[in-house]
């Protein structure tokens, strides 16, 4: 487990996440997840985490939303990132949907396999490194898990507000432990307000 779960980086939010962090890493663009990272769960973002995004995109870094979100809320991702990204940044699991195969549904592509990631690394320029790639989410049982199979690295950021969608409000007990059991913090002051390796 602690191969493919353990993210590279912690961190206490993505409003403390910094070019310079990224700059000293070496990392060029960064995916989040939505939901408990950027925003609390069903929610829009708010003052902070939007001067966050803006911080990162005129310091010239890539942003991407790679999300889980389907149906109402996938609808409302445009609407609530759309002046920080471009709309093909905006990635859900439809996304990945090959159109000439009927058989195939988003349930295919989401997290924790690696294909939103890997749909992102896609759009890059050629001499683009996955190495220099960062996912940030607060989920230690996907979002890691997609990454590592996707070649970039990972941030581990504390949940955002205290709201969950039932499947993953039913795994934060399992997180909890598996954090302990990896070395790493569960709550949010116990996580550097830097960009921190792991290892």
Do not use: W
Not at 1 to 30: F, H
Not at 61 to 84: K, V
């Amino acid at each position: 487990m602690e191969t493919i779960t353990k993210p590279n980086y912690i961190i206490d939010g993505v409003t403390s996440l910094s070019p310079e962090d990224c700059q000293r890493y070496g990392i060029r663009a960064i995916g989040f997840d939505v939901d408990g990272t950027l925003t609390d769960y069903l929610e829009s973002m708010a003052e902070a985490e939007q001067h966050a995004l803006t911080k990162l995109g005129h310091a010239g870094l890539e942003l991407f939303i790679i999300s889980n979100a389907y149906n109402e809320r996938a609808g409302e991702l445009t609407q609530i990132f759309g002046d920080y990204m471009p709309a093909d940044h905006i990635i859900t699991p439809k996304a990945c949907v090959d159109p000439r195969d009927p058989q195939d549904t988003p349930d295919n592509h989401s997290k924790p396999k690696p294909d939103m990631i890997l749909h992102a690394l896609a759009q890059l320029p050629e001499d683009f490194h996955p190495n220099q790639f960062l996912m940030v989410s607060d989920q230690l049982f996907k979002d890691p898990v997609a990454g590592h199979h996707a070649g970039v690295q990972t941030a581990l950021v504390s949940q955002l507000g205290t709201h969950d969608h039932p499947s993953v409000a039913q795994q934060r007990a399992a997180e909890r432990t598996a954090l302990q059991q990896l070395g790493l913090p569960y709550s949010r002051d116990k996580y550097p307000t830097r960009l921190t390796p792991t290892e």
